[in-house]
């Protein structure tokens, strides 16, 4: 069974950095896409960023230039480096990961993370 495991959330104030992890398990395939999505309250789930196995990236342009994204396959985990960080970037930061498996992709989700930013 697939889990993937955040950590590296909490609270920070304004321009404050906080990196969060996640690490994925339990499939015998490789995972592909990797990412980070955010739910604020009252919102709806955004992507933040993700990156394919083979290093390529994408950012919403929220963060471009202020979050960065990066992983390590031999570990199956996931990060996210978040700099400069705004009240706005307050969410629920959830995992995502991809698995394909006999022609068919499934995607996988983790629990979520409390990213909280004072102004």
């Known amino acids: 069974q697939v889990q993937l495991v955040e950590s590296g959330g909490g609270w920070v104030q304004a321009g404050g950095s906080l990196r969060l992890s996640c690490a994925a398990s339990?499939?015998?395939?490789?995972?592909?896409?990797m990412g980070w999505y955010r739910q604020a309250p009252g919102k709806q789930r955004e992507l933040v960023a993700t990156?394919?196995?083979?290093?390529?990236?994408k950012y919403a342009d929220s963060v471009k230039g202020r979050f960065t994204i990066s992983r390590d396959n031999a570990k199956n985990t996931v990060y996210m480096q978040m700099d400069s960080l705004k009240p706005e970037d307050t969410a629920v930061y959830y995992c995502?990961?991809?698995?394909?498996?006999?022609?068919?992709?499934?995607?996988?989700w983790g629990q979520g993370t409390q990213v909280t930013v004072s102004s």
């Open positions: 990156i394919g196995r083979g290093d390529s990236r």
């Open positions: 339990g499939s015998i395939f490789s995972f592909n896409a």
């Open positions: 995502n990961a991809a698995v394909t498996a006999f022609g068919y992709e499934s995607h996988y």
